[in-house]
Structure formats: C-alpha cells, structure tokens
C-alpha cells in the first residue's frame, strides 16, 4: 500500500496532529511538496500533501482562504501541512474552517519536525511500497513460470486471477474462450467475444480497457502472438484498476502466454508437415501408410466418415480468407474435441474433418457469413475477396482420392455460379439443367444450332421446334406431328433437312443428346 495521511499521522517521529477532514485520511499521498506561492496550483499534479508556513498568504482573511483551499482540492492535493510556531503560532481559524468545509485534511505540524522529515518519511514509504510490488511481481512472475511449465495457460490463468484478485481468460485466434480462471468468469468472459475480435483487428501488440454501466467490472484486453495477426487474447477483470504488483503480473502472465501460443504455432508448423505428408499418402491409395504416419496424432478421423473440403481464395492465391477459414475450422474443432486435418497446398486449403462434426458447421457458418459480407460489399460497389470452398460427400480413406475430386467439382461449380460455397451432395441431389447456364455450355449449343436458326431464319420451315418436339417424344413420329400441327411425312422431311444441314446422324444417341442440350441450353436464357 502507498502512504497515506493517515499512516503519516500514525508514524510517531513526526507529531502531526488533524486539524479538519479527519474522515479522509485514508486518501493515498503521492508526494509531499513545499510551497509558500499564492497560488501554487500550476505546480501540482495531483496527490501531494501540500506543506505551507503562510509566509505569503493571509492566512486569517476567511475569503481568501476559502478561494485558497477551493483550488488546492480543485488541483488533486489531497492534505495540507501548516508549520506553527514560524509565520503564526496557532493554524488561523479562517484556514481550519476553509479545510472544514471543502473536505480537505488539515495537519498540524510541530515546530519542532521539519518539512524535511515528512518528505523523507513519504519518499521511504513510496519506496517501501514500490519494492514490496516489485517484489510481489517476481514472486508472481515465478509462481506464472512453474504454472506455464506443469499446468499449462489453464494454470498461469489460474495464478494470474488470484494475483489481480479478479478473473482472467484466455481467447484463440476466432475469439473464442479457451480457458478461465475462476470457473464462473468462463460466461462473463464470453460476453466480450465482440470486444476481442475489434482487438484482433489491430496490428499487435495491442490492448484496450472495457468498463462502464452495462459491465460488472473493469477488463483490460491485451492481444498474444509476436506475428501481425494476434495468435490469441488475453483478458483481465477487476474491481478496480491495477496496482504495480497487479501490473507486474500480467505483464508477465502476457510474456508466458506469449510463448506458449509460439511454441503452439512451431508444433501446429511441425503437424502440418505431417498432415501434408498423411494427405498425399491417402490421395495415392496407401491409407496403412497413413495412418502409420499419423499414429495417435489425428484420433479416429481416418478411421470414420469424413468430409474433404477444398478451398480457394477469391483471387486464386492464398491469402486472408484461407487464413481466416483455417482458423475458423481449427477452432471449432479444439472447442469440440475433434480431430481436423488442415493442409495448405500451394494456392488451396485442403481439409480433412469428421463428417457432420464441429468443423464442418464451422466451414459451411464461415462461408455464409463471407457470402454475407461479399452482398453487403457489392451493394457499396466495394470488391471484398472472400474464399470459394467445395465440399465432398461423406468418405472413408480408401475413397479419399475419390473425396478430393468431388470437393474439386463442388469448387469448380462454386467458382462459376458465383457462389461461396457448394457441397457435391447439392450437384447428384439437383438437376443437370441449372449446369446449362454456364456460359462455355451456351456457347457451345449457340454454335450447335446456328445453322438450323439461319434456316428458320428464312421462313423455309420450323426445324428448331420440329427438332424439338421430336426429340421430346423419344422420335415418335406420330406423337411429334401431332404436338406440331402437321403430317408425319412433313416431319420426317424436316428431320432429314435437319440432318444434311448439321451434317449429323439423328440416328446416333451422342447427336440426339447434343442436341437436346442444347435446345435446353437455349431455352434457359
């Protein structure tokens, strides 16, 4: 604790006696300042006892002394020493009831003690206090370190919670709670989920303080990782603001989990590695090999159905949003206590999760709200590179190669639909017409029937709609004539006209099916 007037008056080499505000001696003093000025206040800072003899004051001119002591409190001085038996014998009373009425502590000070002394006693009681923080902080700093080693950020939390005599938590890179300390302060930590992410926005290290009436408490924010991107957040909650052993504390518990979250990026490096190593060994039909590699390090995902997502950014190149997407997988997955496997692969983000497990939700949740955002963009004229990801349907290792091209197709059909997001199971479960409004697909009918448009184009017959019609009734001839309105012997001229203008054979099944996509090609525009 810092001194305060109170512990001045106690101290018994002194002899200083209350003259007014006896009930605010408990008000910390950060110095103790000699002044005989008017108007001393440009020189304070706030927090001094203030130590006078009146040698330029009219110390018993009632008005004067209330304009006095209205500015001392004004500027923060907390007490105000008076030396009688120099300037005057007694404290005047003008003096004692200006102190009375603003509230501020009066001290009486002997002849016999000099300034000198006070100030001596409040710089060894600053100093006193200060090497009691300093050596309150290494001891925490200590108690922190052997937390870190044996239990882990749960433990330095739980050290760093009963240091500040509040609550700490710890977020990762989504802003998610990982841990808590005390065991309640997990809900109220979650309520700052949105505070966390704005810190995550800022280039670390950063920090920021959230208070005020809709909160219960005091919370300081301060941001993990030594990379641009914080790794992770750590948040601390009070009753009030922090003292210097408090201060130490967390600067130290930051420090330790600082490391922690680094060394978690070189083993996330090294299971990465071995991730890519594992993914290639699948796609090449060796799924023993795998998961002799894999050991214990990916649980039971090889074991059971999983899902193979593959990811690209917008641009084609690796950027933000697989970085984003690959934080939001890998999160969801720790929270759930599920396995995930994560592998960058040039310009992609390749993934391996447990069918309809945590991290899937979390690609397919992701996605929507980028799709979200991208609208919202759009509408400003904004570009907003957001990521485009193709899901597989439910696999076992054996079929990973099998997964791997069907996340490929789902992201090939997501790129040219314009989508964020498209899972193969959508393609088999839909139609194939939708797939006709691609633009090479037009193209192509375009060409196809050109030559029969030009024709009709003439008026020397309908061979569109005959081909149409006659397609559409499997080459019945009767059925077709009749949908047209006309003899089956015009039919049968049109088809054959049909046939040397194409110069194609309506008796081969491959023509028949070009054409009839490509008259629902057309149809679709």
């Not at 605010?24 to 300042?33: G, N, Q």
């Not at 590179?385 to 091209?405: C, F, Q, R, T």
Request: glycine share 8%; net charge negative.
């Amino acid at each position: 604790m810092p001194p305060t007037l109170a512990s001045l008056v106690h101290h018994s080499a002194l002899k200083l006696t209350v003259r007014a505000g006896e009930d605010r001696l408990d008000v910390p003093v950060r110095w103790a300042h000699v002044s005989e000025l008017a108007d001393p206040v440009p020189y304070m800072e706030g927090g001094e006892l203030l130590l006078i003899t009146a040698l330029k004051l009219d110390a018993e001119n009632p008005e004067a002394m209330r304009r006095y002591v209205r500015r001392l409190v004004g500027a923060g001085v907390v007490g105000l020493g008076f030396a009688v038996g120099v300037n005057y014998e007694e404290i005047p009373e003008a003096l004692v009831d200006a102190c009375a009425q603003e509230g501020l502590p009066l001290l009486e000070v002997p002849r016999r003690t000099p300034f000198l002394a006070i100030s001596k006693a409040v710089s060894a009681a600053i100093a006193a206090d200060q090497y009691r923080a300093v050596t309150a902080g290494f001891a925490a700093q200590r108690e922190l370190t052997r937390q870190a080693l044996n239990a882990g950020p749960e433990g330095v939390l739980t050290v760093l919670a009963a240091q500040v005599d509040g609550w700490a938590a710890l977020y990762d890179a989504s802003g998610a709670v990982v841990a808590a300390a005390p065991e309640w302060a997990g809900r109220r930590a979650a309520r700052l989920t949105a505070e966390v992410e704005r810190l995550r926005e800022r280039p670390a290290p950063a920090s920021s303080v959230v208070g005020g009436p809709e909160h219960e408490d005091r919370v300081e924010l301060h941001s993990l990782g030594t990379g641009r991107r914080p790794r992770a957040a750590l948040a601390v909650g009070t009753a009030a603001a922090l003292g210097t052993a408090e201060r130490y504390a967390v600067h130290s518990a930051i420090a330790l989990l600082t490391l922690t979250t680094e060394r978690s990026r070189s083993l996330h490096a090294a299971e990465q590695r071995v991730g890519t190593a594992v993914l290639r060994m699948l796609l090449a039909g060796e799924p023993d090999h795998a998961r002799a590699v894999a050991g214990d390090l990916y649980g039971g995902l090889l074991d059971a159905p999983f899902r193979m997502i593959v990811a690209e950014s917008g641009s084609g190149t690796a950027g933000e949003p697989l970085s984003g997407l690959a934080e939001a997988v890998e999160s969801a997955a720790a929270r759930a206590g599920e396995a995930v496997l994560v592998v960058p692969e040039g310009e992609r983000l390749v993934v391996l999760a447990a069918d309809e497990g945590a991290a899937v939700a979390a690609c397919a949740a992701y996605a929507a709200a980028r799709e979200a955002e991208r609208a919202v963009a759009e509408q400003g004229r904004v570009e907003e590179e957001v990521p485009v990801v193709g899901l597989s349907a439910p696999a076992g290792p054996i079929a990973a190669a099998a997964a791997y091209k069907q996340a490929e197709q789902a992201l090939s059909v997501a790129r040219r639909r314009g989508r964020v997001f498209v899972e193969h199971e959508q393609l088999a479960a839909g139609s194939v017409l939708p797939l006709l409004a691609d633009d090479a697909v037009k193209a192509f009918a375009d060409g196809l029937l050109r030559a029969l448009h030009e024709h009709d184009a003439t008026g020397r017959g309908d061979l569109v709609a005959s081909l149409r019609a006659w397609l559409s009734r499997h080459g019945q001839w009767d059925a077709a004539a009749a949908d047209l309105g006309v003899h089956r012997h015009t039919l049968r001229y049109r088809m054959r006209r049909v046939e040397e203008i194409l110069g194609r054979s309506l008796d081969d099944p491959d023509v028949r099916m070009e054409l009839w996509l490509a008259l629902k090609a057309t149809s679709t525009e």
